[in-house]
T-cell receptor, first 111, second 114 residues
């Protein structure tokens, strides 16, 4: 079955710097890759997603890139702010199948 | 749009009692809902997939008689933890599936079994 690895597990950046989180997946048939932000004690919030027919997607300060050949995708956050501090999860799925989540990255943005 | 409501947000119960958690999609119809369990500082573990009007599909290792799932309508799914014990204490999260496998999550329910 699908397996998703996520790195790093923790990431600390200064406010205004960029943050990059990377995920790799094992099943080349996976075609949907969402990213979720989870704040303490809350449910995950979908922040951006990408499908296998595109290589990059951007939404204001957040972007996701997908390399199908290498089977990895990344989340890029520019001009980080303290409110970006949270745990970020990547996930992958095939068709309408269930999501397989990465292990999470705890991002801390210091003022 | 795409709001998923989950209740209660926190529940404390005595060992041996049953607890019901509700998950509602407020502004869209969800033919599929998912139930996850999350331990502290860990990722989400899928427990079961629930389809409206049919039996839930449980992941390997999840006891279906202990975690009863009902998906009676396109906007409501419930998870009942039967005869709860301290080891069932956890953070339970539901999600509702929209078109093209996009999932929107509820706020989660923290269950503490004494």
């Amino acid at each position: 079955g699908e397996n998703v690895e996520q790195h790093p597990s923790t990431l600390s950046v200064q406010e205004g710097d960029s943050a990059v989180i990377k995920c790799t997946y094992s099943d080349s048939a996976s075609n949907y890759f969402p990213w979720y932000k989870q704040e303490l004690g809350k449910g995950p919030q979908l922040i951006i997603d990408i499908r296998s027919n595109v290589g990059e997607k951007k939404d204001q300060r957040i972007a996701v890139t997908l390399n199908k050949t290498a089977k990895h995708f990344s989340l890029h956050i520019t001009e980080t702010q303290p409110e970006d501090s949270a745990v970020y999860f990547c996930a992958a799925s095939i068709g309408t199948d269930k999501l397989i989540f990465g292990t999470g990255t705890r991002l801390q943005v210091f003022p | 749009g795409a709001v998923v409501s989950q209740h209660p947000s926190w529940v404390i119960c005595k060992s041996g009692t049953s607890v019901k958690i509700e998950c509602r999609s407020l502004d869209f119809q969800a033919t599929t809902m998912f139930w996850y369990r999350q331990f502290p500082k860990q990722s989400l573990m899928l427990m079961a997939t629930s389809n409206e009007g049919s039996k839930a599909t449980y992941e390997q290792g999840v006891e279906k008689d202990k975690f009863l799932i009902n998906h009676a309508s396109l906007t409501l799914s419930t998870l009942t933890v039967t005869s709860a014990h301290p080891e069932d204490s956890s953070f339970y999260i539901c999600s509702a599936g929209r078109q093209k496998n996009i999932q929107y999550f509820g706020a989660g329910t923290r269950l503490s079994v004494l």
